[in-house]
């Protein structure tokens, strides 16, 4: 049995590499750059109205002649001389004889004239050319995670397509004869099966959509056959239940006879003892405790970074914070706890509920406390390791 760090460093060690691909712009939100771009355009690309209002060719006077409009998206040039104005709309193109736009609530109109209430310095309300980027510079770097305003500010920039790299596709794979679909009776002996909409839920809510629910009775072949079609269309396969040593876990089994190679199994904490961790070639495996809790538990801890870190999003597996604990606390455990927690204002607090049946506590918690093994005390104040969820 190994450490949680010692499985951190033979996950990072296991990890094949990262993928690349081309996206559009409205594929490639919430993936991750894999190439630095810089900008082929000036933006503005022209000196660009910041105001609804009147563009002035300046001269002595508070009086100005009006001689037309200019829309956004007029292309036409317009040449304004000295004492001549031209009304013009927000992100309009100002002409290069204009050399300011004056807001339309400080002016008077009567009929084609423009009456000012005081002088206007030059370039007031104009952005230049390249206000925002100029040609040449650097847009965004690589390893960019690509938001709705990194993609705007792409459009803008004229781009339809960029390199990313290409997130995994995950297949869960549920195993138990135990296990009944939700509106379904409930005979006795059976549970409703929840471990797999949980984990599509996890994921999707981390933005790994391609997701594939495979579902397995207690059977060795079936096991064998549902896990090599999983294998043979995912990059990363999460087995939920079947991996202990009762007469009816056949997923050790299976990934032997479909050489798996073995990274782990079994890791000195609580919960999620028995958990999984396999490749082969360039594929993943984790096979994950049944119980929910301890499912979710190892899912936030080794699953979901090793998913960030294929995906560009990260690069290791410390992805705790130290925050303060919210209470006393006494560890008594030969194993490194991971506690449900509840983070308020920068304090961790322990939630009741900490077996690794129960999903209630797991359902407010927004963090996990981490407690290496042993006897002792922690008081309010002290600092703890939390993976915040």
Do not use: W
Not at 180 to 204: Q, R, T
């Amino acid at each position: 049995m190994i450490s949680v760090q010692e499985a951190f460093s033979i996950l990072q060690n296991n990890l094949p590499e990262l993928q690349e691909t081309d996206y559009s712009l409205v594929q490639a939100r919430k993936h991750v750059l894999s190439q630095t771009l810089f900008s082929p355009i000036n933006m503005p690309p022209f000196r660009q109205s910041a105001m609804d209002g009147f563009a002035l060719c300046l001269h002595n006077a508070l009086v100005y002649e009006i001689i037309g409009e200019i829309k956004a998206g007029d292309t036409h040039q317009v040449v304004l001389l000295p004492g001549q104005a031209i009304k013009i709309f927000t992100g309009a193109a100002v002409p290069d004889s204009a050399q300011a736009v004056i807001q339309i609530e400080k002016v008077v109109v009567k009929e084609q004239q423009l009456l000012l209430e005081e002088a206007v310095q030059p370039e007031t309300n104009i952005r230049p050319i390249g206000e925002q980027i100029s040609v040449g510079e650097l847009a965004l770097e690589k390893g960019t995670l690509l938001n709705a305003a990194a993609i705007g500010f792409l459009a803008g920039l004229g781009f339809t397509s960029v390199k990313v790299f290409k997130k995994p596709s995950v297949g869960i794979l549920v195993t138990g004869n135990e296990l009944v679909k939700p509106g379904s009776p409930l005979e006795y002996g059976k549970v409703y099966e929840s471990n797999g909409i949980m984990l599509e839920s996890a994921l999707k809510e981390g933005y790994f959509d391609q997701v594939n629910l495979y579902e397995v009775n207690d059977n060795f072949e079936n096991t064998k056959n549902k896990l090599q079609e999983a294998l043979s269309v995912n990059n990363v396969v999460l087995v939920s239940g079947g991996i202990s040593v009762g007469d009816y876990d056949f997923v050790a089994a299976a990934l032997k006879e479909l050489e798996v190679e073995t990274l782990f199994y079994k890791v000195n904490q609580k919960p999620g003892k028995p958990l999984f961790a396999g490749k082969r070639n360039d594929k993943m495996v984790f096979a994950l405790p049944g119980n929910p809790a301890a499912c979710l538990t190892c899912f936030y801890v080794y699953v979901l970074p090793t998913l960030s870190i294929l995906s560009g999003k990260a690069t290791n597996y410390n992805q705790s914070k130290s925050i303060s604990l919210g209470h006393d606390y006494t560890v008594h455990n030969t194993r490194s706890q991971f506690l449900k927690a509840d983070i308020v204002n920068d304090e961790a607090n322990v939630l009741s509920h900490q077996a690794s049946s129960m999903l209630n506590s797991f359902s407010v918690s927004n963090g996990l406390v981490f407690v290496p093994d042993g006897i002792y005390e922690l008081k309010k104040g002290d600092k703890v390791e939390v993976y915040l969820l």
